[in-house]
């Protein structure tokens, strides 16, 4: 079975445009910036409100895909840890996952606030938060 | 910019085997199943252990990929939805996110529960869970 190919929805517009300047994760972040949905894919974007946190995943489209060991933020006193048993970008199939609040929507443009992501990475995917 | 392929860096093993015996999500579920990783990318395991909640992406490789709007659920009375206003399998990539106790780990196969993921689908990836 051979994976079909990802479709880029839109595209991050943000202020942190280096890997030193990004917050850790979403649950350290309160930076702010814009997620574009793409024209063809607006539809989908129906029933989101402001207030609301969303689930959005990217494709960190900078990150190594062939290590499969690091040290967590680049702590070497902890030893080497499995990239699957971390957040770290480094992975196989590098997906980030923020948990994001919706500030306001523009159209196609989603303000929200949390980010974690560098300016210019591609989105994937919006989800609706669920908890156990 | 063109999206690199995605790896599928594993399959799921469950008794879930049709979208009218899954659960309506993880939070929702009990279901227990083995993440089997292939071996390549066993290395990627260490530091995960037992007791843990896992967060982890699959690879739906059965949903549809061109509709934007639904009916959350198959219920008509509410409405139809944008996708991604919603937790439905329908969405341009479908990459489900599902949080997920380890049961037990016998080299690359983990034993885990709240399974709401069919037998037979890849997996992507495998992070820590965290939260705000």
Sequence with gaps: M???????????HGDITS???APKNFAESERVGTLEIYPEYQEG????APG???????????????????????DRSKGLHG?????????PNPIA?????????HGNQLEV???DILDGTPILDIKKKIGR
């Design 19 to 21: 890997r030193e300047d």
């Design 97 to 105: 996952i923020s948990e994001l609040k919706v500030l306001a929507i």
């Design 83 to 91: 990239v699957f048993a971390t957040r770290s970008p480094v992975r």
């Design 52 to 74: 609301q946190t969303i689930v959005v995943l990217f494709w960190l489209h900078q990150a190594n895909r062939d290590i499969l060991k690091i040290y967590p933020r680049g």
């Design 2 to 12: 051979e994976p079909a190919g990802l479709q880029f929805i839109g595209v991050l």
């Design 113 to 115: 606030s949390g980010l």
């Design 45 to 48: 974007l129906d029933g989101i």
